[in-house]
Nanobody, 125 residues
């Protein structure tokens, strides 16, 4: 039900935009998050945006000021704008959606019921 897209191979310092589309879900009613998993590492939280008009956003420290999560309700998508990409941003990026996610759990895997298949972002030097 979730489809992540936009990954690719870029150089350090470049920008990339990921999109997460939903079928069968009205995205604006869900809290949507991006997680990533680098080779040999556990999946980690990247960013999340609350549902409805709240639109409260949360970012992991390593991407603050570089990444921006946003909604496009007309397209029923959530985007992740990634700027000033670093080698350590290389990972498979997953989008996830959950209902009734409270603020304190926005960064936890368990808060999200729906997951996309992942899109690979590779940052080269």
């Amino acid at each position: 039900q979730l489809q992540a897209s936009g990954g690719g191979l870029v150089q350090a310092g470049d920008s990339l935009k990921l999109s997460c589309g939903a079928s069968g879900l009205t995205f604006r009613t869900y809290t949507v998050a991006w997680f990533r998993q680098a080779p040999g590492k556990e999946r980690e939280f990247v960013a999340a945006i609350k549902s409805y008009n709240n639109n409260n956003r949360l970012y992991t420290d390593s991407v603050k000021g570089r990444f921006a999560i946003s909604r496009d309700n007309a397209k029923n998508t959530v985007n992740l704008e990634m700027n000033s990409l670093k080698l350590e941003d290389t990972a498979v990026y997953y989008c996830a959606a959950g209902r009734s996610v409270i603020d304190s759990t926005m960064n936890r895997n368990q808060a999200y019921s729906y997951w996309g298949q992942g899109t690979l972002v590779t940052v080269s030097s």
